[in-house]
Each structure stands twice: as C-alpha cells, then as structure tokens.
C-alpha cells in the first residue's frame, strides 16, 4: 500500500470510517467482528483505535506530520483518550466534547447497564428460570449501519442486533443468576431501539401448562362455561346478572383457584373431550389441560395446587394426577380424546317391558358394532351436520324392572350415548330403540372411564 501512511487494510479501513463519523468502540469493532476470535467488538474496537494511535505516534517521531492528522482524528471522531492525552502532551490540546455521539448506535452500547437495569425492574415480579433476549432495532439505524459498511467497503462484520443480544444477555445471565434458553424461555425480554437511540422493553411471559384429570362428582355442571345467550354476557335477569347460563362450569371450578395459586393474567382450559351437562364423570376423571397465562408465580407445589382447587371445588368435582406438561401436549390431548375409548353408564327407559332374553339379544348386537351417527339433532345447531363412524367394543346390561335396565358401554370417543339410546329420530343407526323394538330414552349418563396412556 505505497504512499498509504498505514500498511494495514483493517487499520485504514477503520481510519477511513473514523475520518468521515464518530463511531464508538463497539461498533468500530463489530464492523470488523468476523475478524480475529476470543474477544468482543469493544476490545476490537479499542484496540484498533491503539494500533492506530501507535502507529500515528511513530509517524510523528519521523517527523510525519500525518501522525497529527490521525491523533486528531481518533481524539475526536474515535473519542479516544489515549490520543487525545498524546496530543495534549505535544502541546495540542483537544477538549473532549461532551455532546460526543456515536454516529452508528448513538450510545447504545455506552447504556448497556441502565438498560440492564431496566429490564430487571421489568422482570423482577415474575418468577422465572430462563429468559431470551431479543431486539428490534429501528429500521433508520440498520440502514445507517448498512450503508456505512457498504460505502467503506466492509465485509466482516456483524449486526447490531446480534451484538445487543448477546451483550444483554451475557451481563443478564450474570446480572439475574438465570439462564438463556433459546428454545424454550420462560420470559421473552425484547429491547425495542427506537429512532432517536432510546430504548424501551416488553417482556413477555410464556405460559405454563398443566395436566390433570378431573372427576365430576355431580350432575348440572357443564364443563366450560356457557354464555347467557339472551345478554351475550353483558349480565341480564335470566341469568341474574352473572351473563352466564349456568352457575358454575368445571372450567371456572378448576381454573379459579389456579389463577388463585400462579397468579396469571388468564386461564385456557383444554378438555379430552367433554360430557354432557347432566353426566357424571367418574373413574380415573378426564385428562385436561390447563395453560396459564403471563403466570407471576411458576415455582408452585403442584401438591398444593391440587389440595386448593379440591378445596375450592369440593362436593362438585376433584382433580388429580397433576403434572407439569407442553404446548404440543394440548393438541395431543385433543387429538386423543377423539379416539381414546370412553366407558359409560346408562340407565335407560323403555316405553315397552324388555326381558331378561332380549338384553341378552342386545349386549350381542351392540358388542363390536360399528355405530353410524349423524350429528344430533340436540347439538346441530352448534355443530356441522355429518356422519361419525363409531365403534362400540363391548355392552353390558343389568335389568333393573319391566322398564328399566341400567347398561355399561365401551365405545370410541366421540360417540353419542344418549342417541345410541334413543336412535336420534333414525340418524344413529344402530340403536337400542331400534333393537328392542320400543322406544328408549337415557335418563341418567356417567362417564365411568376415560382411556388414555396416561
Ligand atoms: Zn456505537
Ligand atoms: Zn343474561
């Protein structure tokens, strides 16, 4: 590089950046951050700003005067202390300006720890064990960035993002003795850059999901809550003002104690399936899914939890078997409740006496069978109307008198009981009624089991 006064590319590349803007250490180094291993861009930085000013005081030993040039340069565009000392010391004296801004981050990086500081008053009410730090930077900022570098010809370097991130999260980490977790972070911390260089930060609370399985001990209680339809849940006489159609769902009996417990901003209750209003639901109870959102307290007792919400719903229905779970694990439990085989308990009510002989008939015709039902009538007016194939894998009767007999059923998920009963105006083919010869009707439905791996 002859009649150059520096013979090095990074250094007169950096001394070019330097001679058009002020730019801090940080972003001189991470124009350069592809170059050179096992530092960060503020100790590339600087330590391209002291080879510069080395090489700039030999220049003035030769008598050079380029070597005043350079000093100037790095003492005020590179806001470089060592240079400026030098200069003060051959008698130049050059004032550090206070207004001094770098051209790129416009001090970002000089504000790493008030930034620090106020993302820890942000995320000090949570409680939470990994964290992920993300940026957005106004789009004015990256195009400067982008254009600088392209103007000087610049190849190695880094974004201003990337260096935001990982700077945060190093001293975070440290800061709040948590970990960073990039694939599942219990908090989201995002550092919003804005135009004229100041910072604001969102953070956003991942969910927590647990699972259990509930057992509905009484009849009347629909699982999720139903809107009052004649205030749409305004509040209105019919449904005294609560803008609910029932008093209380499982859902509400199970999520308010939760959010009692975690403090979450609000519950989602994700059931396998659902019985009917006036069903039991016994057994081993039916698995769920409950997400929290934005939850303040995360380090819970699920032993605790499960003692509250019994507490809360006791006489009504129980919960058990908590455990911690995922997101993914809620559409598995969808997934499964249309298949997991479900155990019921029907007492039926026919119009004309049944025999002993004719149960027996029965059991034989439903076991193995497979059901064909369209939509009931009862539920069209909320449901697409189309033919379910269903199979039935056992059926069990037990008369009670000329009327009545009481039958456990083993079926796939999704079947309809109460139409197997009643054969649904023909839609479910086959049916008890249709068997029998008479009409029948399901007076009382439990739900003895729920099948599922776990
Ligand atoms: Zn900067
Ligand atoms: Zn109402």
Redesign the pocket.
């Known amino acids: 590089m002859e009649g150059s006064a520096i013979e090095s590319v990074v250094l007169e590349k950096a001394l070019n950046i330097l001679k058009r803007y002020p730019?801090?250490d940080?972003?001189l180094g991470r124009s350069f951050a592809l170059l050179g291993t096992s530092t960060d861009n503020h100790t590339r930085g600087f330590s391209i700003k002291a080879l510069l000013t080395l090489e700039a005081h030999r220049l003035l030993e030769e008598d050079d005067t380029k070597g005043y040039e350079i000093l100037k340069v790095l003492a005020v565009n590179g806001n470089f202390s060592m240079a400026r000392d030098l200069l003060k010391k051959k008698g130049k004296d050059i004032a550090s300006e206070m207004s001094w801004k770098?051209y790129?981050?416009g001090?970002?990086?000089q504000r790493i720890d008030k930034i620090i500081d106020d993302i820890v008053k942000e995320v000090e009410k949570y409680e939470f064990n990994t964290f992920l730090v993300g940026s957005h930077v106004d789009v004015s900022i990256l195009e400067r960035e982008d254009e600088l570098r392209a103007s000087m010809g610049l190849s190695y370097g880094e974004s201003i993002k990337r260096e935001l991130n990982r700077e945060v999260g190093k001293k975070l980490q440290e800061r709040l003795k948590k970990k960073v977790d990039f694939e599942n972070p219990d908090i989201v911390i995002l550092i919003r850059i804005l135009k004229d260089f100041s910072h604001k930060i969102d953070v956003k609370v991942n969910p927590i999901f647990i699972y259990g399985r509930y057992r509905k001990l009484i009849r009347g209680i629909p699982q999720t809550t139903w809107t009052c339809k004649k205030c749409g849940g305004r509040g209105c006489e019919e449904c005294s003002w609560t803008g609910k159609r029932h008093k209380e769902s499982v859902e509400e009996l199970i999520i308010t104690p939760i959010l009692e417990i975690t403090k979450g901003e609000e519950a989602v209750f994700h059931g396998a399936g659902r019985e009917d209003l006036d069903a039991r639901m016994l057994g081993n109870g039916r698995p769920f899914i409950v997400e929290i959102k934005a939850p303040l307290k995360r380090f819970i007792s699920l032993e605790d939890l499960e003692r509250h919400v019994n507490n809360y719903a006791k006489g009504k229905i129980e919960v058990g078997k908590l455990r911690w779970v995922k997101r993914e694990d809620v559409r598995k439990l969808k997934a499964l409740s249309q298949i997991a085989a479900k155990v019921y308990r029907v007492l039926v009510e026919t119009e004309k006496p049944v025999s002993e002989a004719e149960l027996k008939e029965l059991e034989q015709m439903l076991t193995g069978v497979t059901v064909r039902q369209r939509t009931p009538l009862r539920v069209a007016y909320r449901r697409a109307d189309k033919v379910r194939i269903k199979a039935i894998y056992h059926v069990k009767t037990k008369r009670l008198d000329d009327n009545h007999f009481e039958m456990v059923i083993k079926c796939q998920g999704g079947l309809y009981v109460k139409e197997l009963v009643s054969g649904d105006e023909g839609r479910t083919v086959p049916s008890v009624a249709e068997i029998l010869g008479t009409q029948a009707k399901c007076i009382e439905l439990d739900v003895l089991d729920v099948e599922s791996p776990t």
Request: glycine share 10%.
């Open positions: 730019v801090c940080h972003c770098c790129i981050c001090g970002i990086f």
